[in-house]
């Protein structure tokens, strides 16, 4: 399983300090939520989700984050 942020408007993946990818491999796995969350409220990010990648797309599991460093 790997650990992603997206941007719940634009539908892309955090690859880095203000880098984007709209390709999961290329995004940064963040290997854990609490680290996800980490990164969302130090670069205070705005309309996030984490998301929970497993091998097989079909079983991915967004989680929306609400609160900090979200409207």
Avoid: N
Wanted: aromatic content about 10%; hydrophobic content about 40%; charged content about 25%.
């Amino acid at each position: 399983m790997k650990v992603f942020l997206r941007s719940t408007e634009t539908g892309q993946f955090y690859a880095g300090p203000d880098k984007w990818t709209g390709d999961h491999a290329e995004a940064h796995d963040f290997q854990g939520p609490d680290s996800a969350l980490d990164t969302v409220s130090q670069d205070k990010l705005t309309a996030m989700e984490v998301v929970m990648h497993f091998e097989e797309a079909a079983f991915d599991l967004p989680l929306k984050i609400v609160g900090v460093g979200s409207p």
